[in-house]
């Protein structure tokens, strides 16, 4: 009997202990739904709170942006000008650089007139009228023309032909006088060659090479010694 009843005032004091947790977690239920329902609610203000907290260096980087494109723009600006500057520098020197050089061509003593003067396929081979005209090559054209009015050479004749055509060109072409000329150069190149053959003995055929010349003068107003 005894037993018993211990076992009924434990089975008791159980339902008693499980009465008062079920009160106790009753009332810290409502406690947790209110903790509950507000921490969304801070969570909500702290988010709010946030973006104001982070507009400030948003604002600050945005100024500190302005400001520096504006110094960079006056950099680039200043640069620009300064390259301007430097580019009109520069060009200011070379005009004054030309202008010299400008002023020593125009001192520069103007170049003697050239007087011309072409003879081509003349009946004389190259090599005997090479002899001619190394003889008369800067001589005075006086002198040259005594001289080939002498020559026994058969090419002086058409050199001295060719000379007085060049005095002649000088004095009607370019206004100079042609007894003050000079033979500045004479040239004898090769031309044409005409084959011609001769009968010869046992009805042979020699050939016959007849040689062509082209000659050039060229003459200078001669310089007062």
Known sequence: MADEKNDTQINNKKTADKKAEKKTSAK????????????PASKKGA?????????GPKAESKKDAKGD????KKAAKKEAKAAKKEAKGNQDKKTAKKEPAKRAKAKAPATPPVV???????????????L??????????????????FSPRGAAQDIQKLIQSAAA?????????GDEMRVASITVDEGPTLRRFRPRA????????????????ALTPAEDE
């Open 47 to 55: 988010k709010k709170d946030a973006p104001a907290k982070k507009d």
């Open 169 to 177: 060109n000088a004095e009607n072409n370019h206004d100079l006088v």
């Open 202 to 217: 046992l009805g042979r055929a020699t050939p016959i090479n007849k040689r062509t010349s082209h000659i050039a003068v």
């Open 116 to 130: 011309r003067a072409n003879a081509r396929y003349v009946r004389v081979a190259p090599r005997k009228a090479r």
């Open 132 to 149: 001619v005209a190394d003889q008369v090559r800067g001589l005075h054209i006086e002198q040259a023309l005594a001289l080939l009015q």
């Open 69 to 72: 494109s504006k110094e960079s």
């Open 28 to 39: 810290k239920e409502p406690a947790k739904k209110a903790a509950s329902k507000g921490q």
